[in-house]
Structure formats: C-alpha cells, structure tokens
C-alpha cells in the first residue's frame, strides 16, 4: 500500500504500487504487509530527527515491524518470514528524491522505485551502515533484475 500525504510533488501512484507488488513478488513476500507513505520533507526532517538524531530531510526511512538479528536470506532456501506478517512503514520524502535523481541523472519515478527496494531491504534485517557492503550489493542485483539503473 502506498499512502500520498504531501503535496509538493505530484506523482501518480498507481505505478509504484505495481513495482512494489513486483518487488515482493521478487523477494518472496507476496504474503507479508507493508506500508510506503509518501510524506513532506518538513515531515521527514522531525522524523530523522526523532528516531535518527540527524537534522534535515532525507529521502526514505524505514521502521520495521520487527528488529531482526540477522537479515531476512533472499534467494532459494527457507525464509525467517512469515506469510501474513507486516515487515514495517517506509516514509519516502519524493521532494528530497526529486532533488536526489535530478543529481544523479534519473527521473523521480526511477528514483522512487530506487527508495522503495531499499526501504524493503532495510524492512528485512539489512543495514548498510554496518553490513560491510552485504546490502549495496544485493540492492545492485536486484535494482539490475528489476530493471532500475544504478
């Protein structure tokens, strides 16, 4: 479920719901609940600023349902997720990402399709700030597989 609760930009968001059933679809958790809500970049500087100590806007957070030791395995195998289980909330800011794929060449929506895979593999246990580089590359392969440019 996508949610829009800012104004700045406008966006359509019956394509971003697509991509995210495909990305679930993609990761194996087409039985699991999540929610992306579209938020302002005021929005999204009081909530970096209350759950990350860090001032100013950025462009996606995550908030996990469930604080995960190890990241959810992605692939073949058994998955530590359950069917029915609710992964977390993402909060995207798309004037931040507006500015962000303006810097890095692309358009909003591929960049918005960038934000949600990555607020999804932060849903699922990763962390590239500790993970020594696990999730940039599993966020590579699957950016390639999903057919958004680096």
């Known amino acids: 479920m996508?949610?829009?609760?800012?104004?700045?930009?406008?966006?359509?968001?019956?394509?971003?719901?697509?991509?995210?059933?495909?990305?679930?679809?993609e990761l194996g958790l087409e039985e699991t609940g999540l929610a992306?809500?579209?938020?302002?970049?005021?929005?999204?500087?009081?909530?970096?600023?209350?759950?990350?100590?860090?001032?100013?806007?950025?462009?996606?957070?995550?908030?996990?349902m469930v604080v995960r030791r190890k990241a959810v395995r992605l692939g073949r195998g058994?998955?530590?997720v359950r069917a029915?289980?609710?992964l977390g909330d993402i909060a995207i800011s798309p004037a931040t990402a507006r500015r962000h794929a303006k810097r890095h060449g692309r358009k909003l929506s591929s960049?918005?399709?960038?934000?949600?895979?990555?607020?999804?593999?932060?849903l699922l246990g990763y962390d590239h700030?500790?993970?020594?580089?696990?999730?940039n590359r599993i966020e590579?392969?699957?950016?390639?597989?999903?057919?958004?440019?680096?």
């Open 2 to 25: 996508i949610l829009n609760r800012q104004r700045a930009v406008r966006l359509v968001r019956r394509p971003l719901e697509s991509f995210l059933r495909h990305v679930k679809n």
């Open 36 to 64: 992306v809500c579209l938020v302002s970049d005021a929005e999204i500087a009081r909530m970096n600023k209350t759950f990350r100590k860090k001032k100013g806007p950025t462009d996606v957070l995550s908030f996990p």
């Open 78 to 80: 058994p998955k530590t």
């Open 84 to 86: 029915g289980e609710y």
């Open 111 to 122: 960049e918005l399709r960038v934000l949600i895979l990555h607020g999804v593999l932060h």
């Open 129 to 135: 700030e500790a993970d020594r580089g696990e999730m």
């Open 140 to 150: 590579r392969k699957l950016r390639k597989r999903l057919g958004l440019r680096s």
